[in-house]
């Protein structure tokens, strides 16, 4: 039973279809292997074991019958605690919301998945209403790092990270407003893709507005690619969203030779990058061009947009918490009652200021991918740092923003953005690269990525289920 866990959605579908084991074995595994390992790496702040099994059940006898209900039937999913699933309460982190309301809506890529046969073992942990790059919170307390329980898991799609890296289900919905898909799945060596805004269909809208993303996080690209084809359909909840476009699975194929890709290890030497994370990095970029990519080392022309992204940020923070009592606002994380203070300060005026910044960095981008398909840099310059923490002890840095330079730009621009496992450090921590696509080029990201995984370069040098 424990096999199955490390088996990815891909091939749990492939032996539904064969008959080799059944969606209730899958699912028992991994609702055993959830369990388990809970109490150590605290990922979940609800399983519901009666409800995934009677789910697995009619899966089966869906199998048996030759009539699945869609591409992922029968396969464990899990969900971050940010977006609506029905059936039981969505607390995002915060014991400011009161449980005992009406639960009854999916969000869309939740709903899509319903429709697919998918099997929800349950909801995972995240940050208060998903404000900071790693997972803790008043309500569910200190999420944990798989590969080694005294780090963190990042966040705030820390508990879907390791869950997914602990083999408690191979698929998981996150969200990614400045990193948050990508952050944990760096620091859990898992894959997880930040779609083009509008991609995936969100409802209810986040009140970070244009920066919020639903994206999966998987074993690999092929996962993510057979979880996007689910999660992309459409929603006429969500006003913004795409229309559909064709199989990401199926544009898989190809590989990258031909790619023009741009390698900006530190983004112009504007980041402090430590020594393991550069040269696995770079391993991987000597990878890609080995399999026939054409890369040349040069970064996009921009300077750090911190302030830009903090205004924005904190701004749809104090909107979260604007209609809060007194009473609410003392449950608050700290720090979060800190940004909001401060989002609140400011003026429509500064508001658009920051629109301004997040409109030209769209647009140098947009110029750069002119050029190049592909931009490649570090997900992280760090691997993970001391659990319960929002910032490394002795970095000097005041936010988690601090040392996630990497990632939110990408959210201010709405491009595509994956993160890959490459390799480990000294002390078996995680690293992940960063795929960067033009706008609407998930496509290309997903092939590029599936092209290291396939070449094996790409997985973690070490397996935290040993």
């Known amino acids: ?13 492939n032996g539904f279809r064969k008959g080799e084991f059944s969606p209730v074995e899958a699912t028992r595994a991994a609702l055993e292997r959830a369990e388990q390992l809970q109490p150590v790496v605290n990922a979940f702040v609800r399983l519901d074991p009666e409800d995934a099994l009677a789910r697995a059940a009619e899966s089966e006898r869906r199998w048996r019958r030759g009539e699945p209900a869609g591409l ?30 009406r639960w009854d809506e999916d ?3 939740v709903a899509r998945l319903r429709e ?12 208060e209403f998903g404000w900071k790059g790693v997972t803790d919170s ?35 919905l996150g969200t990614d407003g400045g990193g948050s898909v990508r952050i944990p799945a760096a620091f859990c060596g898992i894959f997880a893709l930040k779609p083009t805004y509008g991609r995936v269909p969100l409802y209810p809208a986040s009140a970070f507005g244009t920066l919020a993303h639903v994206g999966p996080m998987t074993r690999d690209a092929a996962d993510a690619a057979l979880l996007m ?37 530190a983004l112009g030497g504007q980041v402090a990058v430590r020594p393991a994370v550069a040269a696995a990095v770079r391993r991987a970029v000597e990878r890609l061009a080995g399999l026939g990519a054409y890369v040349e080392e040069t970064d996009p022309d921009f300077t750090d947009p911190v302030d830009a992204f903090h205004t924005l940020w904190f701004s749809g923070a104090a ?18 009652r800190e940004i909001c203070t401060l989002g609140a300060r400011y003026s429509a005026l500064d508001y658009l200021a920051a629109v301004d910044v997040r409109m030209e960095l769209g647009r140098r981008m947009g110029q750069f991918h002119e050029s190049y398909d592909l931009l490649v840099t570090p997900t992280l310059p760090i691997t993970a740092f001391e659990a319960g ?20 730009p990408f959210n201010m621009t709405q491009q595509p953005a994956a993160t890959v496992p490459v390799g480990t450090d000294a002390e078996g921590l995680p690293i992940g690269m960063q795929i960067v696509g033009a706008r609407h080029r998930d496509d290309v990201v997903l092939r590029a990525a599936h092209a290291l995984y396939e070449a094996g370069g790409a997985g973690p040098r070490n397996n935290p289920r040993e």
């Open 1 to 13: 039973m424990s096999e199955l866990t490390e088996l990815t959605a891909v091939q749990l579908v």
């Open 72 to 101: 992922v039937d029968g396969v464990p999913v899990t969900v971050k605690d940010i977006l609506l699933m029905r059936g039981g309460p969505t607390l995002k982190g915060s014991k400011a919301i009161d449980p005992d309301g």
């Open 107 to 109: 969000a869309p890529s």
């Open 116 to 127: 697919h046969g998918a099997v929800f073992l349950g909801k995972t942990t995240t940050p």
């Open 138 to 172: 008043p309500l569910s307390g200190v999420t944990r790092n798989p590969h080694d329980t005294s780090r963190t898991a990042g966040g705030s799609s820390g508990g879907s990270a390791a869950a997914v890296a602990l083999g408690a289900g191979p698929l998981s």
């Open 229 to 265: 084809d689910v999660i992309g359909g459409p929603d006429a909840r969500d006003w913004s969203a795409l229309a559909p476009t064709t199989s990401f699975v199926q544009a898989l194929a190809g590989g990258v030779r031909g790619l023009r890709v741009a390698y900006s290890p």
């Open 319 to 336: 909107r979260v918490t604007q209609h809060f009592g007194p009473h609410q606002r003392e449950l608050l994380d700290p720090g979060l």
């Open 389 to 408: 923490a929002e910032v490394p002890k002795g970095s000097g840095h005041r936010r988690w923003t601090g040392w996630t330079p990497f990632t939110y």
